[in-house]
Every structure is written in structure tokens, then in C-alpha cells.
């Protein structure tokens, strides 16, 4: 092993973060992740009907390794990677690794075996993927979760992926964005992200460039990071254009 000389310098671009963004069904959170550069959903779920986006079509654990395989050859012009949403991604790991085992689900293995596969799993390929040389972001949906406290129980707001891999995954993440709705005094609406840790709901900022609670905006995220080259906002070359065609036969269309 060849020890390091020279010290690691941190990330300064919105570009090299991992970002794990959830919030309200519909608030903005697909739209935010769109307008990174030149990104390409991984998409698990339907609802990119009204986005103009690069996206492969997830319908398997599978279907993600080989996209992620595919971009990890960096023979493209991508620089942002999507998974949309992460929740629906843990639901396809469990479903292979049950496939896997011949059970209909994950509890039938017996002491835990089955939750620990789909675990080690996901998060082996989760891990794989933050660490390859492009932006991360992963969407989820907020749910409200009661837990016990010195004082007594209380509601936090969390990401709705399954308690067993959402450690890990915040662990990962270098800022975690709550989507929220506040209301001024005359009761207008404004959507906004949270970015600091809170007794109410989760979120985090690594970085420690944005302010606690910014607009849910694009150009807002960006303007307390470095500012955008113009050779970030190319678009990706027509090589890896096959990645995001539906694949009709398996659909079963002509």
C-alpha cells in the first residue's frame, strides 16, 4: 500500500455531491434533480411524464446494475445520476434477492437472513454507485414516523425508504434536502428545502454552504456553490442515447 502524500481537497461543485432529496408527492423534487447537468434518471417509478429528461426505464434489479454497469464505462456525456425514486429501488432488490432464494418473502429465510441479503445487496450496489465520478441524487417521499424519546414519544418527518437501508443511505449522502411548503403571514404559499438537522424532520448539509432553508429552486441550490462553467450544460452525446430507449419487446409493444 502506498500511503497518501498530499492531503484530499474537499468537494466544492454541487456537481460532485451526493444528495438524497424527499418531501411532498408532486412538490418539485424530480423537476430540482432534472436541472443538474446533463443528467440521466434511473427511473423505478412512473412520474416523468412532464419532464423533457435522458431516462432508462427500471422494472428490475437488474434493469438498475446494467444501467449503472453501463454509465459506470463512462462512454457518455452524463454527469449527474438519478434514482427516482430510491424507494421503489429497495422494493426491486428485495424482490431479486426473494427471487433468488425460490420465497415469497424476505422474512421465510428465518432469523433475519433475508432482510440482512437484501441489505448487503442494496447497499453494495448504492455505495458502488455515490462513489463513481458523477453527481447522485436519489428521490424519496417524506412519511411522518413516531419515536421514543428521554421525555417521551415524539413525530419526526423521514424518508419513506424501508428502516432497514435508510441509515446507511443518509450516512452516505453528502446533503439530504427536506421539500416542504412554509406559508408567510398572509398565508402564501412557498416551496422550500430544509438543510439542516431538526427535532422535527431530517435533513443535512456536509458541505456547510447552504443556509438552514432555501426556495426549492434550482438556481438558488446553486448560487452557494461554485458557479456553473457553460460547458456543464451540454448536452450528452447520441452514444449512450440506446441506454434510454425503452426496451419495446419487453414491454410487449411493436
Known sequence: MILPTKKTPPKQKH??????VYGLPKI????LASQFPNTIFLATEPGLNNLEVYQVQIKTWIDLQDAIKELHKGKHNFKTIVIDTIDNAYKLCSEYICKQNDIKHESELGYGKGYALIKQEFEKVITFTANMPYGFLLISHSNTKEIETRT???T???PTLHYKVLDGVLALMDIILYCDIDYDKEGKPTR???TKPSDKFTAGDRTGKLPAKIKLNYNEFVKYFEPLKKEEKSEPNEKLELLTKVDTK???KK
Open 15 to 20: 456537481t460532485e455531491q451526493s444528495i438524497l
Open 28 to 31: 418539485g423534487k424530480s423537476t
Open 152 to 154: 417521551g414519544k415524539k
Open 156 to 158: 419526526v418527518i423521514v
Open 192 to 194: 422550500i428545502m430544509h
Open 250 to 252: 419487453k414491454d410487449g
